[in-house]
């Protein structure tokens, strides 16, 4: 009769340490919706066509090439992500061709 007291006290201090451990946690996970992380990809790839073609602003040649190399790889990239569609893929494209 002893010991059932004994672990019963124990099962509920160690449930007790639990609860109070899990209301501490402070980790928050942040959910991000598809129209964020789509965006979030968008702007990433236009810094880093900015980026890219930003030394080659006087000569428009070498701009017009590298930007359509960097466009097929975006394509290429954006065709596999899942968050995007073949119709927003075309729009993305689209958007990034006329910076």
């Known amino acids: 009769m002893d010991s059932e007291i004994i672990y019963s006290a124990v099962g509920i201090v160690i449930f007790i340490i ?3 451990m899990t209301m501490r946690s402070n980790v928050v996970e942040i959910v991000q919706s598809k129209e964020e992380k789509r965006a979030d990809i968008v702007n990433g790839y236009k810094k880093e066509l900015q980026d890219a073609l930003e030394p080659l602003k006087n000569d428009t040649d070498s701009r017009l090439a590298k930007k359509s190399e960097m466009l097929q790889r975006f394509n290429g990239e954006l065709s596999l ?6 119709d927003e893929l ?7 061709s006329q910076e």
């Open 81 to 86: 992500n899942i968050f995007f569609d073949k």
């Open 90 to 96: 075309r729009e993305i494209i689209l958007e990034l």
């Open 18 to 20: 639990i609860v109070i």
